[in-house]
């Protein structure tokens, strides 16, 4: 004997409009057949407009720009001068050749447009995906002064909007602030600056390790170098782990409870005094938990005798 076919879902749903229609109310149809009440009613279908669709895109594109005294210049024309410019300057990328048209030919262009319009005519520059310089940062045990710093990056903005962009450097087994670097920048240059006096100062020629995050003044290719020929093991802390730079954050958090959130910085020239003050009091003065209560400074005499 055949088994028996169990009913499926749209069986009970249209057996159960049926009982509707008899007077029955909803919630006790699907209640006896057993169905949740949200998909008992039919779904109405989606009836997409195509030309609406493709309005809804965006402007259409107009195919001219406009020159000098706003005249209207065509897009055969643009690429005409896209050729041009491309055959002179084949390393630019589409945004320098914006400023180009711009400068040079008097054009109201801009860089969206001349992306595309090199992208037509097959001008554009191969992408060349940028690679992190550095090792990947791994766990390690620290028994001596200056054998692994942590660099970071720390942003404060004065009341009259000016930034004040910090680059310190900790030494992990002291917790001494080896090195700083207070700008109203953060670029390669500013990191190097930091690492370069931080060297000086605490007379390290070699075998020190550098710990950094992922941030581009860290990874690019000038600071490479820069680590390599002042033998200089750069390692770069795993993606979302800050904790691995745990120490320069720890510091960081420090600044902030107790010099910044403490004082209102009015502008550039005086959050760097105070900043400069904090530092020197951190390393002088201010005892840690974790130093035996000790200052930085105390905790380096006493490791030495």
């Not at 107790?258 to 002088?284: A, P, Q, V």
Request: proline share 3%.
């Amino acid at each position: 004997m055949k088994k028996k076919e169990l009913p499926t879902v749209e069986d009970k749903k249209t057996l159960g409009r049926k009982y509707n229609e008899k007077g029955l109310k909803v919630s006790r149809v699907c209640r006896l057949l057993q169905i949740s009440r949200t998909s008992f009613y039919p779904r109405k279908k989606l009836v997409v407009d195509k030309l609406s669709l493709a309005r809804s895109v965006g402007r259409p594109i107009p195919g001219f720009s406009c020159g000098i005294n706003n005249c209207i210049v065509d897009d055969s024309v643009i690429e005409t001068l896209l050729h041009e410019v491309c055959e002179k300057y084949p390393f630019y990328g589409y945004k320098k050749i914006t400023h180009i048209l711009r400068r040079s030919h008097g054009l109201q262009i801009n860089a969206k447009k001349v992306y595309r319009l090199a992208k037509k005519l097959a001008l554009l520059l191969p992408y060349v995906k940028h690679v992190k310089q550095g090792h990947l940062a791994i766990a390690r045990n620290i028994n001596f002064v200056n054998e692994l710093w942590e660099i970071d990056i720390k942003y404060v903005k004065a009341l009259n909007g000016q930034f004040i962009m910090l680059t310190d450097i900790i030494d992990v087994y002291s917790r001494k602030l080896v090195g700083r670097e207070i700008t109203r920048t953060a670029t390669t240059e500013d990191a190097k600056t930091a690492v370069k006096r931080a060297l000086i100062d605490n007379n390290v020629t070699l075998n020190i390790i550098l710990r950094s995050d992922n941030g581009p003044q860290f990874t690019s290719i000038k600071f490479e170098e820069f680590c390599k020929i002042n033998n200089i093991y750069h390692e770069l802390i795993p993606t979302s782990s800050p904790n691995y730079n745990a120490h320069i954050e720890s510091f960081h958090s420090l600044l902030s409870k107790e010099c910044i959130s403490w004082n209102e910085i009015r502008n550039f020239t005086h959050g760097y005094m105070l900043i400069d003050e904090y530092i020197k009091f951190y390393n002088e003065e201010r005892i840690r938990g974790s130093l035996n209560y000790l200052s930085p400074n105390e905790f380096i005499k006493k490791s030495m005798i």
